[in-house]
């Protein structure tokens, strides 16, 4: 994709939301440290018995150390209702980027909302539990084909929110949002935060089956790319593949806010939106533990101990780096930090300076409402990721707002969620 093309709509969809489940690929390993095959406890709510993955990642363990306190991800998606029994308290300000009616706060299709929970919910009055219920967040919210179909919107909504995410007092950024297409603008907003030491993930999309086309944001070479995998140890059949992917998360069987109502929630696959969730919330965990390292030394630790049956140095592409287990340093004290400048998704030196807690908290300042930074409109190319690994196996132990009227992008950009 050129320069030129930074003007054109990209196709954007959220992530995920699969009705079924397929799986490929035999299992390696077990998710967490060790697996504990106890019985979720009878007193536990309906939806939160379905969520499997917690006790295979063995996060009442990994809640004894930490459960993310001091560490705020900036959610990218669909709006955030901070008002769900789950959220209450879990929330702050955050930015609209979508150039419509409401705010932040406004979930206009539940989405964002399961992710923010996925991360950081509570879990009060029966709802989701999040991986790191010590998570604040800091929503963002950006539009989808069918919101710019029905709304004049900002036309640079997501390069806006990322700037907007990056200029925030967030370490974390987490979009569970795919497009087929990269801009110039986002491309350079990536980049920023980087340079600002945030840590990017990024959904690497639910469209293996049909043209396997890579995804962006998770393309861009700065930020991680997350697949998603089953209970069973079997990644995605749907599920991308490529140089794209980076790590593998649970997304398979996850439950989910079924829409904008908030009435109920729905069974079926979170996709790679539920996996880049969990795949944050893990990345918070262990941030949260070591607040002194910056966002290289998190993601390095993060691929250093995931689980796969191949060699460390290659990478799969179907499960990245393998499939990711916070347990391993959180509770063995596994995995190399290495070099705090040194980005271990492209071994370049980064700029910026660390975003752990201490330092993101006195160098950064939230967004205000409606307001972006300035964005500098550069061309740039996207690197491809290096992926030499077989097919493998499996897992283990501010621009000015410009506004364009509804169905403007029907036929020149579709977006979905991940």
């Not at 196709?11 to 489940?21: D, Q």
């Not at 560490?71 to 959220?87: C, E, M, P, R, Y």
């Not at 604040?136 to 710019?148: A, C, G, H, S, Y």
Request: aromatic share 6%; with cysteine.
């Amino acid at each position: 994709m050129t320069a030129g093309m930074s003007q054109t709509r990209k196709p954007r969809r959220p992530l995920g939301l699969r009705g079924r489940l397929l799986g490929t690929v035999a299992v390696a390993a077990a998710w967490s440290v060790g697996f504990a095959g106890a019985a979720s406890s009878a007193v536990a709510a309906d939806v939160q018995s379905k969520q499997w993955y917690l006790r295979a990642m063995q996060a009442e363990e990994m809640w004894k150390v930490t459960t993310g306190e001091g560490i705020k991800v900036a959610v990218i998606d669909t709006g955030v209702n901070a008002s769900t029994s789950s959220l209450k308290g879990q929330v702050l300000k955050g930015f609209d980027a979508t150039g419509a009616d409401g705010d932040e706060y406004d979930d206009y299709r539940g989405h964002g909302t399961t992710m923010a929970e996925l991360i950081a919910g509570t879990g009060k009055g029966g709802g989701l539990k999040g991986l790191a219920p010590g998570v604040k967040i800091i929503p963002m919210r950006i539009t989808d084909t069918e919101f710019q179909n029905e709304h004049s919107v900002n036309a640079e909504d997501t390069s806006d929110a990322i700037r907007a995410a990056a200029d925030s007092d967030a370490q974390i950024l987490s979009m569970s949002f795919a497009s087929d297409f990269p801009t110039a603008k986002e491309r350079e907003a990536v980049k920023y935060a980087q340079s600002k030491g945030k840590l990017f993930f990024a959904g690497v999309g639910n469209n293996a089956e049909k043209d396997n086309q890579d995804q962006f944001p998770a393309a861009y070479p700065q930020v991680v790319g997350v697949a998603s995998a089953d209970r069973d140890g079997k990644v995605a059949e749907y599920s991308q593949n490529g140089d794209i992917v980076d790590i593998a998360a649970p997304g398979n069987d996850i439950p989910r806010w079924c829409d904008a109502t908030f009435q109920s929630y729905c069974d079926g696959d979170g996709g790679t939106s539920a996996a880049t969730a969990i795949a944050s919330a893990s990345a918070a965990l262990v941030w949260s533990a070591h607040p002194d390292w910056t966002a290289n030394q998190v993601l390095n630790v993060l691929f250093d101990t995931a689980s796969r049956d191949w060699e460390k140095d290659t990478v799969s592409k179907y499960l990245g780096h393998g499939l990711i287990r916070p347990s391993m340093n959180l509770l063995k004290g596994k995995g190399d930090p290495g070099a705090p400048d040194i980005s271990p998704l492209t071994q370049e030196k980064t700029a910026g300076s660390p975003a752990s807690p201490a330092a993101s908290a006195s160098a950064s300042s939230q967004p205000e409402e409606k307001e972006t930074v300035a964005d500098a409109a550069v061309a740039g190319s996207s690197t491809e990721k290096d992926d030499t690994s077989h097919l493998g196996l499996i897992l283990g132990g501010a621009a000015a707002v410009v506004l364009l009227g509804g169905g403007a992008f029907v036929f020149a950009r579709r977006r979905r969620t991940a």
